[in-house]
């Protein structure tokens, strides 16, 4: 069965200092995996998709980065409003073109001024 | 350019009660996924349209079902109401057939009483 798992489940962290989530994935053939961004009480917004193992993409000051067992979402020098939820879901191969996303329980990012 | 939608933001019923929501996808996109998120936890799959036929589904029972309108709008119906259905209810459409990103509405939040 398609796993995905995220740490830490929190962090916090003070403005400007720089860290990292991990998102760990089992799945039975990799079609993509994303990085969604999630305020309080809101839909998820999409961040990044990455395809293929050594695949990196950047954002601000935000950085994805891809292996074939887990992913990297770098926060450089962070502010106060890159406080969320970061989730990180799977799309494995299927037959039919209906892959559903698997989705991790995130980690709840906070920054402190 | 609209994103994907949904009605209404936020919806109170009793035990055993049945709710109906609705979502209306991004222009261009023909393919609705509908995601139940709990407190805490990272959204799960319930299933998704296209062409007006369920493509894939999720474990769920069957209280929960859903339907696709021939302008791509979906509505999700859950009946006789648990306390566990309380959640934010997500939509998230893409054009049927690709990998890329799905995105997200902003939610409908069922409370259970």
């Known amino acids: 069965e398609d796993q995905v798992t995220q740490s830490p489940e929190a962090l916090r962290l003070q403005e400007g200092e720089s860290s990292s989530l991990n998102c760990s994935y089992t799945v039975s053939g990799l079609r993509g995996l994303f990085w969604y961004r999630q305020d309080p009480g809101k839909g998820p917004e999409f961040l990044f998709t990455l395809y293929s193992a050594g695949e990196e993409k950047e954002k601000e000051r935000l950085k994805a980065t891809l292996t074939k067992k887990e992913s990297f979402l770098h926060i450089t020098a962070p502010k106060p409003e890159d406080s969320a939820t970061y989730l990180c879901?799977?799309?494995?191969?299927?037959?039919?073109?209906?892959?559903?996303?698997?989705f991790g329980k995130g980690t709840k990012l906070t920054v402190n001024p | 350019d609209a994103g994907v939608t949904q009605s209404p933001t936020h919806l109170i019923k009793t035990r055993g009660q049945q709710v109906t929501l609705r979502c209306s996808p991004k222009?261009?996109?023909?393919?609705v996924s509908w995601y139940q998120q709990a407190l805490g936890q990272g959204p799960q799959f319930i299933f998704q349209?296209?062409?007006?036929?369920?493509?894939q589904r999720g474990n769920f029972p069957d209280r929960f079902s859903g339907h696709q309108f021939p302008n791509y709008s979906s509505e999700l119906n859950v009946n006789a109401l648990l306390l566990g259905d309380s959640a934010l209810y997500l939509c998230?459409?893409?054009?049927?057939?690709?990998?890329?990103?799905?995105?997200f509405g902003p939610g409908t939040r069922l409370t259970v009483l």
């Open positions: 998230a459409s893409r054009p049927w057939g690709t990998y890329n990103e799905q995105f």
């Open positions: 222009s261009g996109h023909d393919t």
């Open positions: 349209y296209y062409e007006e036929e369920e493509r």
């Open positions: 879901a799977v799309q494995a191969r299927s037959q039919g073109g209906s892959e559903k996303l698997v």
